[in-house]
């Protein structure tokens, strides 16, 4: 039935003028039809068009391209699905572009001709020849910078956070890697009070659960604490330093903003399995515990940079 109704577009464009444009459709926004038009304006001369019709799919982690011009049969052009959508825009056009008999555009943006894109688009897939590619390859690092708010059974606290994002190391799924700084917090012990502090490492499995210009992510995995204790109004102060370790899971909203990062949002949980407590020993009283919060939560907004 597509193919049927992809040659019936192609049979309605050969009553369309020669410098009639293609008519493009897409079963999604990422890309979206306004896209691909945009960026094929840019590459498609109307000097010698040829009346196409092309259909736009993404299955999964592929670009299907099918197209169909009065002259020619219907054939099907398969991409990688980049993350990005205006990248899978940028592709698109430029299959089309080629179909056309027209020119494309080489990684650097400059206009080259094409010599035979109808025997390019005659092999099952696009291959670029060694040492070329049909377009920028997309930036799968990312850096970024956040303030959180957290709240545990001690109360409410400050984070700031530092991340960084390894996107579709195996197939979709990548790896996320944190660093949280909060304020250091204070409780009542006995005569005196005990400051502690404990930065937190994170190390999580990324899961994409919505891609396009809106992103929906997940991330689970381990996580390491250093905390760090001190007294104050003792008769003698101490300190203390010890490692904690336990599980983090998080669910981010991530607006993207081109190929320079994306804006975030995230909410987030940290479980420690082990207890931990602050002990007085009072000379001629009896040793008193103070339970550090084994629960945590936090929300924040951020930013992220793509270096590459």
């Known amino acids: 039935m597509k193919r049927a109704a992809l040659a019936?577009?192609?049979?309605?464009?050969?009553?369309?003028?020669?410098?009639?444009?293609?008519?493009?459709?897409?079963?999604?926004?990422?890309?979206?039809?306004?896209?691909?038009?945009?960026?094929?304006?840019?590459?498609?001369?109307?000097?010698n068009p040829a009346p196409v019709a092309a259909r736009i799919r993404v299955a999964g982690a592929q670009l299907v391209v099918e197209l169909a011009s009065e002259n020619e049969p219907a054939t099907t052009r398969i991409l990688p699905a980049d993350p990005e959508c205006p990248t899978r825009a940028q592709a698109a056009a430029l299959v089309i572009a080629a179909w056309l008999d027209t020119r494309t555009l080489d990684p650097l943006g400059l206009p080259v001709e094409v010599a035979s894109p109808t025997a390019r688009l005659a092999e099952p897939q696009i291959a670029a020849p060694a040492g070329e590619t049909l377009v920028a390859s997309p930036r799968r690092f990312l850096l970024g910078?956040?303030?959180?708010?957290?709240?545990?059974?001690?109360?409410?606290?400050?984070?700031?956070?530092?991340?960084?994002?390894?996107?579709r190391?195996?197939?979709?799924?990548?790896?996320?890697?944190?660093?949280s700084l909060p304020l250091p917090?204070?409780?009542?012990?006995g005569p005196g009070k005990s400051r502690w502090w404990r930065p937190v490492l994170t190390l999580g499995l990324q899961v994409p659960l919505r891609e396009g210009p809106w992103v929906v992510a997940m991330n689970a995995g381990?996580?390491?604490?250093?905390?760090?204790?001190?007294?104050?109004?003792?008769?003698?102060?101490h300190t203390d330093v010890t490692l904690s370790w336990g599980a983090s899971a998080g669910l981010q909203l991530?607006?993207?903003?081109?190929?320079?990062?994306?804006?975030?949002?995230?909410?987030?949980?940290?479980?420690?399995?082990?207890?931990?407590?602050i002990r007085d020993d009072v000379v001629g009283?009896?040793?008193?515990?103070?339970?550090?919060?084994?629960?945590?939560?936090?929300?924040g907004l951020g930013f992220s940079f793509a270096l590459f």
């Open 8 to 47: 019936l577009s192609a049979l309605c464009l050969s009553a369309w003028p020669a410098a009639a444009a293609p008519v493009v459709t897409s079963d999604s926004d990422c890309p979206s039809v306004a896209e691909v038009n945009a960026r094929l304006a840019d590459l498609w001369s109307s000097d």
């Open 145 to 167: 910078a956040g303030a959180f708010a957290s709240l545990d059974a001690q109360g409410a606290g400050a984070i700031l956070a530092g991340e960084a994002a390894w996107l």
């Open 169 to 179: 190391l195996v197939g979709r799924f990548g790896l996320q890697a944190g660093l």
């Open 185 to 189: 917090r204070e409780m009542a012990l």
């Open 222 to 237: 381990p996580a390491m604490g250093l905390l760090l204790v001190a007294g104050a109004g003792f008769d003698q102060d």
């Open 254 to 277: 991530a607006r993207r903003r081109g190929r320079a990062g994306a804006y975030w949002a995230e909410l987030r949980g940290l479980l420690w399995p082990g207890a931990q407590n």
């Open 285 to 299: 009283a009896t040793p008193r515990l103070a339970a550090l919060p084994r629960v945590e939560g936090h929300l």
